[in-house]
T-cell receptor
Framework: AQKITQTQPGMFVQEKEAVTLDCTYDTSDQSYGLFWYKQPSSGEMIFLIYQGSYDEQNATEGRYSLNFQKARKSANLVISASQLGDSAMYFCAMREGRAGNNRKLIWGLGTSLAVNP | GAVVSQHPSWVICKSGTSVKIECRSLDFQATTMFWYRQFPKQSLMLMATSNEGSKATYEQGVEKDKFLINHASLTLSTLTVTSAHPEDSSFYIC???????????FGSGTRLTVV
């Protein structure tokens, strides 16, 4: 069954350092997409980065990069040069099948990141 | 582009009353809308998926008569919590599927408190 696992309920990082948030997934589909979202205390869901199962290169978006290891079924988020504003909940999510607007997302439990000054 | 406007952002209602939450797609047509519920410090829980012009598909364990979802047009989907009780207090958020790599756009959420 499709599943997303985030094993770190809470993480601390020092400002300006890098941090890795873990995500492993389980699916029998060959085509799927992996997403990372940030949710600050305000509740809005902020899209960070996307990785398609057929993408050969790891996705990068500014300070965010996704360490995609397909054989290990992991899609870890790396945040470089952490900032105080990065303190938030981070969710990993998966869409099975090809991109389309009627596929639901499978969500991990989330990781709460606190950036210390 | 691809903005979903969700209202109200917060609401307090008395037990036994009904509350309607609206999600409007401002600059695109939302053929599919996902409705989530989220408790504090927990993940998003999908309640139902609605497609324009058809009945919503509810996830197992979600009471369809209590959480009424209407998606009558390509720009508006609504969630009505009927006969609300304190246990319905939660954060509700909608998400529309969009035809792009990013796949989804989210409303800003509604904090419902039933007293």
């Amino acid at each position: 069954a499709q599943k997303i696992t985030q094993t770190q309920p809470g993480m601390f990082v020092q400002e300006k350092e890098a941090v890795t948030l873990d995500c492993t997934y389980d699916t029998s589909d060959q085509s799927y997409g992996l997403f990372w979202y940030k949710q600050p205390s305000s509740g809005e869901m902020i899209f960070l980065i996307y990785q398609g199962s057929y993408d050969e290169q790891n996705a990068t978006e500014g300070r965010y990069s996704l360490n995609f290891q397909k054989a290990r079924k992991s899609a870890n988020l790396v945040i470089s040069a952490s900032q105080l504003g990065d303190s938030a909940m981070y969710f990993c999510a998966m869409r099975e099948g090809r991109a389309g607007n009627n596929r639901k997302l499978i969500w991990g439990l989330g990781t709460s990141l606190a950036v210390n000054p | 582009g691809a903005v979903v406007s969700q209202h109200p952002s917060w609401v307090i209602c008395k037990s036994g009353t009904s509350v309607k939450i609206e999600c409007r797609s401002l600059d695109f047509q939302a053929t599919t809308m996902f409705w989530y519920r989220q408790f504090p410090k927990q993940s998003l829980m999908l309640m139902a998926t609605s497609n324009e012009g058809s009945k919503a598909t509810y996830e197992q364990g979600v009471e369809k008569d209590k959480f009424l979802i209407n998606h009558a047009s390509l720009t508006l989907s609504t969630l009505t919590v009927t006969s609300a009780h304190p246990e319905d207090s939660s954060f509700y958020i909608c998400s529309a599927g969009i035809r792009s790599t990013y796949g989804y756009t989210f409303g800003s959420g509604t904090r419902l408190t039933v007293v």
